[in-house]
């Protein structure tokens, strides 16, 4: 019975202040640690057209400000990736670090807490491929040239 009144109070209380979600631990804690995967898995190839989850609109630049301050937050992290492939030509880094940050906001999208890392490598191989591709060469290691 007090279940009932508490729950009932809570959904009176949000939509009179007209506030869609109830704090950090209900639906934001499942995204952090789960992402959007069960949704993703329901919408098969879907997924990627207007409206689905894995839409770029949805990852690089989400609805909701909390989602759009994580989105800008990533981007200082740029240049410490790219500094972390001192063996690498200048493209290749640059391609690199973009292609982490990417694979890192689709796999964090995508799978929460463990897709984000999984994201970020693939990302960041793709983008050190494409840069190989474009004839990225690193610098010269000869120290008489």
Same mark, same amino acid.
């Not at 909701?64 to 972390?84: E, F, K, N």
């Not at 690498?88 to 640059?94: A, K, M, N, Y």
């Not at 940050?101 to 793709?126: F, N, V």
């Given at each position: 019975?007090?279940?009932? /009144?508490?729950a009932? !109070? ?18 934001g ?10 949704? /993703? ?5 879907r997924?990627f057209?207007?409206? !689905? ?5 949805? /990852?690089?630049?989400?609805k ?21 492939d ?7 880094? /640059?391609l ?10 689709? !796999? ?14 693939? !990302? ?7 840069g190989?591709?474009?004839g990225?060469k690193?610098p010269?290691q000869?120290?008489?040239?």
């Open positions: 019975m007090l279940e009932h /009144v508490h009932r !109070g809570v959904e009176d209380a949000l939509s009179r202040f007209h506030i869609k979600q109830s704090g950090w631990l209900g639906d804690a499942r995204r952090l640690f789960m992402g959007e995967a069960p949704r /993703v898995f329901s919408e098969g190839l997924t057209q207007r409206g !689905g989850a894995l839409h770029p609109s949805n /990852v690089l630049w989400p909701d400000w909390g989602g759009r301050i994580g989105s800008m937050l990533t981007l200082p992290m740029l240049p410490g990736m790219m500094r972390q001192s063996n690498e030509g200048t493209t290749s880094r /640059v690199g670090g973009l292609g982490g940050l990417a694979g890192m906001m689709y !796999g964090g999208t995508a799978g929460g807490m463990l897709g984000a890392p999984i994201g970020m490598a693939l !990302g960041k191989g793709l983008g050190h491929g494409v190989h591709l474009l990225s690193p010269s000869d120290p008489y040239q």
